[in-house]
């Protein structure tokens, strides 16, 4: 089973930046495409960002600010996240994009002040 370990998220005042970082077990990493997903206090997990090998897609509210990206070498996925706002407080998670889902890991907290 793969095991994911998120990592990078803080406290950052609104129009910061953070760079989170996913970490995954195993040898298959490079053969999925990855996502970002985030979960908001009362609300349901969201889906962020994902990349493939053909390239990378955004929810509406990632693009432009978002940066996914991998290095399969170290089976690790980053997101790059620049001009956050107060909404973007929330557990961030990565996984697969397509079901079945890995066991989802820790998540890390991203909380943004105003």
């Known amino acids: 089973q793969v095991q994911l370990v998120e990592s990078g998220g803080g406290l950052v005042q609104a129009g910061g930046s953070l760079r989170l970082s996913c970490a995954a077990s195993?040898?298959?990493?490079?053969?999925?495409?990855m996502a970002w997903f985030r979960q908001a206090p009362g609300k349901e997990r969201e889906f962020v960002a994902d990349?493939?090998?053909?390239?990378?897609s955004y929810a509406d509210f990632a693009e432009g600010r978002f940066t996914i990206s991998r290095d399969n070498a170290k089976n690790t996925v980053y997101l790059q996240m620049n001009s956050l706002k107060p909404e973007d407080t929330a557990v961030y998670y990565c996984?697969?994009?397509?079901?079945?889902?890995?066991?989802w890991g820790q998540g890390t907290q991203v909380t943004v002040s105003s």
């Open positions: 195993g040898r298959t990493f490079s053969m999925y495409t």
């Open positions: 996984n697969k994009r397509a079901r079945p889902l890995w066991t």
């Open positions: 990349i493939s090998w053909n390239g990378a």
